[in-house]
């Protein structure tokens, strides 16, 4: 059960020697790799991640095998602002690989640590590495890219059966200190009752807008097709649980801004209630400063932003996000069917 009166948030701060060693890898890296679709960097991310400081892989493979930490913080890391450039005005268009691509590289060797990275077909074009910052047509809209409303606390992609198992966000820049809300769950404020239909498939948890066409690129028919899925689920509105795994320490898959209940179920909407107070009750506010990288745990915390004034004048606030998976396998009926639909 997470303990949510220790508001301290683990982390690991790099040396000076770890942090030039880290950056100097990166920049290897870029040197050698043309791009994400090098076929060779995925095979190898394993074997380039074992060169990262030991420290830091020792880190962070405890708070993978602890399985009781909702996130931690890598600090110190070396981001040449003069090399990175202005923050962008949209991700759309952009050269890619990018000035920014060695820290791009640096989340992917740390997801090596964790599990594999992968993309959405359905999200920011497919990319692996998804940017975060504000963009003037969002900053009212519940996205990543938003900035004056709250960014209400959430599982990332809550409502699909293969949502990453980590998170990992790489701070660029945040010069006003924006910052990012992390909540988990305290059991003991939850009735037996309630934690049991919890457990229950009784609450439609929708997609959230960054997966919908009209926040996507496409151009052809087979681009089309790939959001198939995601208007399914839409159309047919499948119900789930909201906790799952052990009874005595779930996991959470929470978005409340997304979700809704049955409006015959009021046992249903009581504990969803109950359950939303615990953890609003918990949130707390975690600031990653430039050169830091959070690590979240997609299972045991939920993970928002608060609201800030966006200047869009290239020094806003810069995340890179790369999604991880600790078992690529379990998506792998759904790929071969989104396959199987393209091909045919």
Known sequence: MSNLTDQSTRSYTLTSDEAAATAALTRELAATCPSFGDPGLLRDLPRLAARLPLGVQHFLRDFKLGDRH???????????QQRIGPTPEHWRGRRRPGPEFPEELLLMLYSA???EP?????QQDGHLVHDIFPIRQHENDQLGMGSKELLTWHTEDAFHPYRSDYLILGALRNPDHVPTTIGELDLSSLSDEDIDILFESRFYIAPDESHLPKNN???????????ATIQ???DERPLGPLLYGSRQDPYMRLDPYFTSVPEDDADARRAYDALFKVVDAGMREVVADQGDVLFIDNHRAVHGRLPFQARYDGTDRWLKRVCVTADLRRSRPMRASAETRLLG
């Open 232 to 234: 399914r689920m839409i």
């Open 118 to 122: 992968f993309g959405w077909a359905t």
């Open 113 to 115: 640590v964790l599990g």
């Open 70 to 80: 909702g996130h931690v913080v890598v600090r110190g890391h070396e981001f040449d």
């Open 217 to 227: 690129t496409i151009t052809s028919e087979e681009e089309a097709a790939r959001f």
